[in-house]
């Protein structure tokens, strides 16, 4: 039996767990060899920082000043996607639902996370929030400190929330 060389092309297909339809002998320079078996290999991307958009949080879906920073959005077959949300004294979402729930992790300040019909919470940083699919909450800063947290959703058939009606200034300020 002839021995068979594998050029570096070969070998990396084979670390990938594939094979080349025909060895390619070791003597053709890796950048010449083309494999005859196409893949598709994912990419690392970096997202750098400062170099996505920040928006100011719609009225729509936010009472008072709020600053939304997209982290992450979903790519390929990922759900997942992630904001810096910062919320100024006094601010916060309208109550709202996600299909598979939500993750928010407080980075800086003190707010108020809140599930209907249950009592008020406080959050501070570090606390990990972690809020079930389908239950109706808000959350925001307190109404003396700002607060910023990342919140990260996936989505159940491209929804990501379902916004509801504003939290009153009673509900708000009810412990």
């Known amino acids: 039996m002839k021995p068979m060389h594998f050029g570096l092309g070969s070998l990396l297909l084979l670390t990938l767990g594939v094979q080349a339809t025909e060895p390619v002998p070791a003597s053709v320079p890796a950048a010449e060899t083309k494999p ?14 400062g170099t996505q958009i920040p928006a100011t949080g719609l009225e729509d879906y936010f009472t008072g000043r709020v600053r939304v920073e997209p982290l992450f959005q979903a790519k390929g077959e990922g759900r997942a996607s992630g904001a810096l949300v910062t ?22 300040g ?11 919470l406080e959050i501070h940083p ?9 239950v109706k909450h808000w959350h925001g800063a307190t109404s003396s400190t700002p607060m910023t947290h990342i919140a990260i959703q996936e989505a159940n058939a491209g929804k990501v929330v379902t916004w509801l009606e504003s939290v009153s200034p009673a509900q708000y300020d009810k412990p």
């Open 36 to 49: 005859k078996t196409a893949i598709a290999i994912e990419q690392i991307s970096i997202a750098r920082n």
């Open 87 to 108: 919320f100024e004294p006094g601010s916060r979402t309208h109550w709202h639902t996600h299909p598979v729930g939500q993750t928010l992790i407080v980075t800086s």
């Open 110 to 120: 003190m707010g108020w996370v809140q599930q209907e019909g249950q009592t008020r």
């Open 126 to 134: 570090g606390d990990v929030v972690q809020i079930p699919a389908n």
